[in-house]
């Protein structure tokens, strides 16, 4: 049996009177690709934030390796454990590499904090998943103005893979970029994912891209999950209005 890395229990979170997450639980072990989906505002982010520790529930928990996360993060050495283990990528915004840094210089710091390399494996870890992610090897000595958002997106989960984490946790990391760029991003990670059989958190408003990455979906509606369930039955069955009217909406666009 594989074991729980990662849950949320009835998680919840209020912002003034604003219930951004109602009481979500969710389970991920191992190898688990999960969708979150909805439309703006519906908790996707609030929720993924909770899983990653960096916003507190206001009720329920989160649970790491079935401790609670405030917990883990307590201390110095679990804290690591789980930084190391529970990966983020974010929509790339300029300022997600350091413009002082070259891409290498930037890419090493997790290796050697979190993975505990020295300079010459990270460099080595670096250079060996770079194709994995179509990575030109000279593109790794550029600083983070000299690429595309398309390669600085790459490089961003590049920078999360290199401490080979058990989940990753992708906050609409192909919104921001062409059609094109977003179909070789989705499938380098969705190669990546089913040859290491990590774990992955697509949070996206986009179904379709989230729907070819995951093998389950949660759809969000105003801090609520109306509906969860497999990729394939949401898609040809959805259960719920919402649900429903989602995967229509995008039929429709599919069609000519
Ligand atoms: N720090 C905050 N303070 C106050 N309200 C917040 C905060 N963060 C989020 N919210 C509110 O919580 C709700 C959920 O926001 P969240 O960012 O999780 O939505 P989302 O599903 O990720 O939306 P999007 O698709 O636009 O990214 C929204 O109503 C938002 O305004
Ligand atoms: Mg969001």
Redesign the pocket.
Known sequence: MTATLLRAERARKV??D?I?VNDVSITLTDGDTVGIV??????????GRMLLGLSRPSGGDVLYDERPLREVLAGRRSALQFRRDVQMIQQDTSASFDPCLTIRQSLRIPAQVLGGLDRARADECIEALAPEMGIAPELIDRMPTELSGGQRQRMAILRALVVRPRLVVCD?VISALDVSVQARILNLLKRYVRDHGMGLVF?S?QLPATAFITDELLV?YH?DVVERGETDRLLTAPASDYARGLVEAYRNLAAP
């Open positions: 912002y003034g604003k951004a909805g439309e703006s505002g519906s908790g996707k982010s609030t929720l609409e949070i408003h969000m801090g």
